[in-house]
């Protein structure tokens, strides 16, 4: 079994910075695919970015483009989102998934194991 713990959300403003983590513990996640989606008041989940098992290959939502970057350090067992430049839109709850068939996915259905998901608010 495989648990996930997000940290590192709070309140920010407008063109701030916060670094979110994934913490896994139980089975190592460091052959999975881990993902980041975020689900705002009234909204569906929606993809956020993910990495692959070695950090190969990454994908992100055109919303997130160039001012969020997700990496890995799999001796750690953790999985970060660094997300520069926030916008008020970018709140929401942000949650951290993993897929043990290691696929590249967008869809939320693909990932097996999440997390209870860490709130981020920006302020404008």
């Known amino acids: 079994q495989v648990q996930l713990v997000e940290s590192g959300g709070g309140l920010v403003q407008a063109g701030g910075s916060l670094r979110l983590s994934c913490a896994a513990s139980?089975?190592?996640?460091?052959?999975?695919?881990t993902g980041w989606f975020r689900q705002a008041p009234g909204k569906e989940r929606e993809f956020v970015a993910l990495?692959?098992?070695?950090?190969?290959?990454?994908a992100y939502a055109d919303s997130v483009k160039g001012r969020f970057t997700i990496s890995r350090d799999n001796a750690k067992n953790t999985v970060y989102l660094q997300m520069n430049s926030l916008k008020p839109e970018d709140t929401a709850v942000y949650y951290c998934?993993?897929?043990?068939?290691?696929?590249?996915?967008?869809?939320?259905?693909?990932?097996?194991?999440w997390g209870q998901g860490t709130q981020v608010t920006v302020s404008s």
């Open positions: 998934a993993a897929d043990s068939q290691r696929r590249l996915s967008i869809r939320t259905s693909a990932y097996d194991y």
């Open positions: 139980g089975r190592t996640v460091s052959s999975y695919t």
């Open positions: 990495i692959s098992w070695n950090g190969g290959s990454t």
